[in-house]
């Protein structure tokens, strides 16, 4: 039983666009989601968070959304660069307080020149 | 900056065997985890600690033990390794509850 489902295996953008990632989730108890990138051969590096309590968090080219009526997060990046290009994952945390947090299944971004 | 370390990038691993992953930070963390990560299945929790000898199941703990004998330290054993337990595993350190989990660059272990 997936919570956190990424339902894009891949999206290939170009380069200068804009780049739109989405996650759905099912447990409305969740409070707090992440975003992580991955390189191959790396471990993934945190991105970019959001509280439940917002709708809206920027850092710089990259924006996250949150619909929680929807139970949808969505990832922005703008302009999209070569170096963007990874595997990207988002998380959610269960409860106020809980440790562990869940994945979706990944996107693989592909940033073509 | 935090550095999470992992005893080998590539393991090769006969069925029946017993595997030891190890887990290395280096920031003083109280939290550690251990995921495996499968094409399609994302990042699934195996075990996390959230202190010293203290240890939690996460969502697929069947076939794995872990030990945490020293607050920097997390190892993840396979008792006895199965084809099943191919894959890649990464391990996380974070601060506290709600802190940025900070991952090592992983073990991609193949079980023959």
């Known amino acids: 039983d997936q919570q956190v489902k990424q339902n894009s295996p891949s999206l290939s953008v170009q380069e200068g666009r804009i780049s739109i990632l989405n996650c759905d989730y099912t447990?409305?108890?969740?409070?707090?989601f992440l975003w992580y990138k991955k390189y191959p051969a790396e471990g993934p590096t945190f991105l970019i968070s959001?509280?439940?309590?917002?709708d809206k968090n920027e850092d710089g080219r990259f924006t996250v959304f949150l619909n929680k009526s929807a139970k949808h997060l969505s990832l922005h990046i703008v302009p999209s660069q070569p170096g963007d290009s990874a595997v990207y994952f988002c998380?959610?945390?269960?409860?106020?307080?809980?440790?562990?947090?869940?994945f979706g299944q990944g996107t693989r971004l592909t940033i073509n020149p | 900056d935090v550095k999470v370390t992992q005893s080998s990038r590539y393991l090769v691993k006969r069925t029946g065997e017993k595997v030891f992953l190890e887990c290395v930070q280096d920031?003083?963390?109280?939290?550690m985890f251990w995921y495996r990560q499968d094409p399609g299945l994302g990042l699934r929790l195996i075990y996390f600690?959230?202190?010293?000898?203290?240890?939690e199941k996460g969502d697929i703990p069947e076939g794995y033990s872990v030990s945490r004998e020293k607050k920097e330290r997390f190892s993840l054993i396979l008792e006895s390794a199965s084809t099943n337990q191919t894959s890649m595993y990464l391990c996380?350190?974070?601060?506290?509850?709600?802190?940025?989990?900070?991952f090592g660059p992983g073990t991609r272990l193949t079980v023959l």
């Open positions: 998380a959610a945390r269960p409860f106020q307080g809980a440790q562990k947090l869940v």
């Open positions: 959001i509280s439940s309590i917002k």
């Open positions: 600690s959230y202190d010293v000898k203290m240890k």
């Open positions: 996380a350190s974070s601060l506290g509850v709600l802190d940025t989990q900070y």
């Open positions: 920031m003083d963390h109280e939290n």
């Open positions: 447990n409305s108890m969740f409070d707090y």
